[in-house]
């Protein structure tokens, strides 16, 4: 008995013992294919990822293409709406401003003019009551009212429903120019613009009378008169700014272009004959000497002279 129990268990020692190593083999075995199973998926996976990723992009690139052309067309086609519905807008409003009665002028305000006459400025525009104040704001003619004497600038507006308001601005006249030949004045403003005509001494506030301008044989009021005399007045000009600073209290009153020289007259007492605007400043010092000196009397001071001179009369 002991000895088939012996056998037994040395038959089943020898049949456990290479059952143990062909399990381990196999095992082994399919761990690697495992292993290479896995791979072969992850790299399967990568490769169907990236192709699913190459898809993708090609649908997205369709769609982004497909969308852009819609979502500017739609754009193209709303300002094409909103331009049509603005341009119907206009238009209508524009017809029921021109020809509604409610609009046409009953009113025609000037403003601005003191030498220029209300009606000659109306005229000269061309507005009339009863025509349209629209139309008649865009029509009015404005060169013509620019050509009248006086005038340099004009603007125009409208009280709705039926006023239209012409607002004009006139050029102030400075000068107060006697004619020789013809034995009449001419008014004239800073720049020379012969602005009216007077058969006689009219002078106004501010205004100088001048003597020794010439004039044409036909004298065109809102023209300008000839460049040398225009010359003299500015000469003139840089003399009384100077004048003024130095004698802030006096005033000149009359100016004399004649035989080339430049004189002034103050107060209608002295006549001062000046050389033109050299030494300027110096010679109207020694001016102002001389006349602390002189007093309260008429006569006639030459600064031309390197010494001047004083001459009662």
């Known amino acids: 008995m002991l000895d088939k129990d012996i056998i037994k268990k040395s038959k089943k020692a020898t049949s456990s013992k290479p059952k143990s190593k062909s399990t381990s083999v196999v095992q082994k075995k399919s761990s690697k294919n495992k292993t290479q199973v896995n791979t072969k998926k992850k790299t399967n996976n990568k490769v169907i990822h990236k192709a699913n990723n ?116 006139e050029m102030k006249s400075l000068y107060y120019a006697y004619d020789k030949e013809k034995n009449i004045y001419y008014r004239l403003n800073q720049y020379g613009i012969i602005l009216e005509v007077c058969d006689k001494i009219e002078s106004r506030e501010k205004e100088i009378l001048v003597n020794g301008i010439t004039f044409d044989d036909e004298v065109k009021l809102g023209t300008k008169i000839n460049d040398i005399d225009y010359s003299k007045i500015l000469v003139y000009e840089i003399i009384e700014k100077e004048f003024h600073n130095i004698f802030p209290e006096e005033k000149i009153t009359k100016l004399n272009f004649e035989n080339s020289l430049t004189k002034i007259y103050i107060n209608d007492k002295i006549e001062i004959i000046l050389p033109n605007e050299t030494k300027l400043k110096y010679n109207l010092t020694v001016l102002k000497e001389i006349l602390s000196n002189v007093g309260d009397v008429q006569g006639t001071i030459d600064m031309t002279k390197e010494n001047p001179t004083f001459i009662t009369f």
């Open 54 to 169: 190459k898809v993708n992009n090609k649908v997205n690139n369709k769609t982004n293409n497909n969308v852009q052309p819609k979502t500017t067309s739609t754009k193209k086609m709303i300002i094409l709406i909103t331009v049509i519905i603005l341009s119907l807008f206009i238009i209508a409003s524009s017809y029921y401003l021109i020809k509604t009665p409610k609009f046409n002028i009953n009113s025609i305000v000037v403003e601005g003019n003191s030498k220029i006459n209300v009606e000659d400025i109306i005229i000269k525009s061309g507005i009339k009551i009863g025509d349209n104040v629209v139309e008649s704001f865009f029509k009015t003619n404005k060169k013509d009212i620019l050509a009248m004497p006086y005038i340099s600038d004009i603007k125009l507006s409208i009280n709705f429903p039926s006023e239209i308001v012409i607002k004009v601005t």
